[in-house]
């Protein structure tokens, strides 16, 4: 059924209107604040990263807003999501508007900081931003969804991880897509877990556990489940 939807989508691109971008200087501006600030991270200068991501979201804004005055206004990271997002705008007989990767970077990269930093509420509001403008990322979805878990919202989190499983598949890059959809059982599992449904719990891990055998979080997660049955 997705495979039919993603071949629609392919179709309907020919008939889109050509996707607008930020400007050159816009964008080799935003892809040297990200870079500067993607060091400080690692560097663990939060507060210093920040400062330096505020004007490239700044920009992403602005250009956002321009871009919705008219149709559409999307960010993809992978090449089959910017397909798929021209095509929703040719669906609708707007012009849609697909930013590059360094739109989604910053906004998620400020999510990032905000959460080291310890302003939680300030992250979920960027990581909402950036699933509106990308809303078939499943990292984008499993990044929102373990936020929501952080701060109790685990209605909000199933719901998140259930995006990311079912838009999974739609990444080109075929191992990140099997990562990803390993990463959603697992956070689906934890979910249920928090409903104290071991069963689905335990379907979820073993599931995730046939794309990433090794993982050691849904090992872990089975034999908590395990010996919580044995008490």
């Known amino acids: 059924m997705k495979q039919r939807t993603l071949l629609a989508a392919l179709a309907l691109l020919t008939l889109a209107q050509p996707a607008r971008a930020q400007t050159e200087s816009d964008d080799t501006a935003a892809k040297a604040s990200i ?8 560097e663990h200068k939060a507060q210093e990263a920040l400062a330096m991501l505020e004007p490239a979201v700044a920009v992403a ?4 807003a321009k871009a919705r005055e008219d149709g559409l206004a999307f960010c993809a990271s992978d090449i089959t999501l910017a397909v798929l997002y021209s095509a929703m705008g040719a669906k609708e007989n707007k012009p849609s508007v697909v930013f590059g990767p360094e739109v989604c970077s910053a906004y998620f990269l400020e ?25 078939m990322d499943a990292q984008y979805a499993s990044e929102l969804a373990f936020a929501y878990i952080k701060t109790g919202r685990i209605s909000e989190a199933e719901a998140a991880y259930q995006n990311a499983l079912d838009y999974a ?3 080109g890059d075929k191992d990140k897509a099997r990562h990803y959809r390993a990463a959603a059982l697992r956070g689906l599992g934890y979910v249920a877990i928090d409903k104290n449904d071991f069963d689905a719990a335990e379907d979820f891990y073993k599931r995730s556990l046939k794309i990433e055998p090794d993982n050691p979080v ?14």
């Open 169 to 171: 598949e739609f990444f």
């Open 111 to 135: 999510a990032y900081v905000l959460t080291e930093l310890g302003r939680r509420d300030e992250a979920i509001g960027e990581l909402q931003i950036l699933r509106g403008l990308s809303p």
């Open 35 to 42: 870079s500067q600030a993607t060091q400080l991270i690692r």
């Open 218 to 231: 849904a090992k872990s997660e089975l034999e908590y489940i395990r010996q919580h049955r044995a008490n």
């Open 61 to 64: 804004n602005d250009s956002v």
